[in-house]
């Protein structure tokens, strides 16, 4: 969806003229986080995170009234796993979103370049995965394009828009600058422990912690890097279509917001 994502940041960048961005706002660290669910109901993070997201046009969730979901990963380093999880989703069908890094792109360029042809969208992670609160905003900007120009010269993509700030940690200011600069702050839903590379626990453990959250509007974090996942993903998927799920782009997802609020971007 290509098209979609030039239309996007053509109407981001020119709204992006006279939003409040350049106005002063609290640089306040925040740690993204939620109190998890095992009912199937979608987390919430609160009436102040909420309007605050809603204010730059991220988000965290989907429709909670409709059974689709968002299947993305985070990818820092390739620790020999990224394969088996483009096979898994190729097999199902699935389409997802990678939030990579400048290290990821340099020692994984064919990777990153299968992703977009197998379909998945490729994500900004930042180029070196700093704690966006601490830089200036020049500093911002350099990270967040810098891995948008180089997607592109290696896949062709246009552009990432979608922004996983790094460590979960950003504040007003940071989603108020990557707005400007033509970014959307994706953060998510459904995530546990799964990045300690020398702590995994097995295949179950990960399709456990999948199937447990599980909630209509899910947007789902998973780290490459771990086996657990690699492992778990082939039947996570199996069981997610089973009760009645349906796996949808972060493209479906904010064409869709754009259409519910058009005047919100």
């Known amino acids: 969806m290509n098209y979609f994502r030039i239309l996007y940041c053509s109407v981001l960048l020119f709204f992006s003229f006279f939003s409040c961005a350049s106005a002063a706002v609290s640089n306040h660290p925040i740690h993204w986080g939620f109190q998890k669910n095992n009912n199937h109901q979608p987390p919430d993070a609160g009436k102040e995170w909420n309007e605050l997201l809603n204010k730059y046009g991220a988000f965290y969730l989907g429709d909670p009234s409709k059974k689709e979901i968002y299947l993305t990963f985070d990818n820092g380093y390739e620790n020999g796993y990224t394969s088996k999880i483009l096979d898994v989703l190729k097999k199902h069908d699935v389409h997802a979103t990678f939030f990579v890094t400048g290290h990821y792109l340099k020692t994984a360029p064919d990777l990153v370049k299968r992703m977009v042809k197998e379909g998945h969208i490729v994500g900004n992670h930042s180029w070196s995965h700093p704690n966006m609160t601490t830089i200036s905003a020049d500093k911002i900007k350099k990270e967040l394009d810098a891995v948008s120009d180089k997607v592109k010269e290696l896949t062709g ?14 504040s007003e200011r940071t989603l108020a600058l990557s707005e400007k600069y033509g970014y959307r702050n994706i953060f998510w839903s459904l995530a546990f422990v799964d990045w300690k590379v020398n702590e995994q626990k097995g295949w179950r453990y990960a399709y456990d912690n999948i199937i447990n959250q599980i909630h209509p509007g899910a947007i789902i974090l998973l780290h490459t890097v771990s086996k657990d996942n690699a492992d778990a993903l082939d039947e996570a998927i199996k069981t997610l279509k089973q009760q009645g ?10 064409m869709e917001k754009m259409f519910e609020s058009p005047f919100l971007y």
């Open 157 to 170: 993509q246009d552009g990432t828009v979608y922004v996983r700030p790094p460590r979960g940690i950003f």
């Open 245 to 254: 799920y349906t796996f949808k782009s972060l493209d479906d997802l904010v």
